[in-house]
């Protein structure tokens, strides 16, 4: 049997305050001992990394990154982004930002690489504050620090949980 392939990717701006989220909770989960089918790295701001490493045929792709959704900050999600047919909108140019990354905007240039990945989740966290642009802010703030324990969890329970999906599946195919 073959293992599932996937991929945590850490996304944010360091010098963003709570933006620096998703970096912050991979930092941590490389230090943890996880299975070999489990590939965990900080892409940080480089959007056109991870699209080349979506392409690259994983099986699940996490991404953790700030995310508001008008939530108390410290607030961990679980969401699953609509991936869209590769061909609906293979006629509008993709434009990626040098020093910021959306994560939408990665997965729409992996469609328009031809590529579409089997399946993503986003681990989003209720950012407090992202900084001010300008002068920036270091550190996360004391509600998101306390909500990447948290989301560490979530992510090592939902890797156990695609890979007993993808066991099943094989079986089921056998």
């Known amino acids: 049997m073959s293992e599932a392939r996937i991929l945590v990717a850490g996304i ?3 010098f963003l305050g709570d933006d620096a989220f998703g970096v912050e909770v991979v930092g941590r989960l490389a230090r943890r001992v996880l299975p070999d089918y489990v590939r965990v790295v900080d892409y940080g701001i480089r ?3 991870l699209a080349y490493a979506l392409l690259d045929g994983y099986d699940l792709a996490i991404l953790v990154d700030a995310a508001g959704r008008g939530e108390a900050a410290g ?25 910021g990354m959306n994560p939408m905007r990665v ?9 579409r990945p089997q399946r993503v989740l986003v681990v989003g966290c209720e950012p407090a504050t992202l900084g001010d642009e300008f002068d920036g802010t270091m550190g996360l ?15 090592e329970s939902l890797v156990a949980k695609a890979a007993q999906e993808h066991e099943a599946t094989l079986a089921a195919t056998q």
């Open 141 to 155: 703030s004391a509600p998101v620090e306390a909500a990447v324990d948290g989301a560490i969890a979530l992510v």
């Open 47 to 49: 959007g056109l990394d």
């Open 75 to 99: 607030t961990l999600y679980v969401l699953e982004p609509e991936l869209g047919d590769a061909d609906a909108d293979a006629s509008q140019p993709v434009l990626m930002e040098a020093h």
């Open 12 to 14: 944010g701006n360091i």
């Open 107 to 115: 997965l729409d240039m992996v469609r328009a690489m031809g590529g």
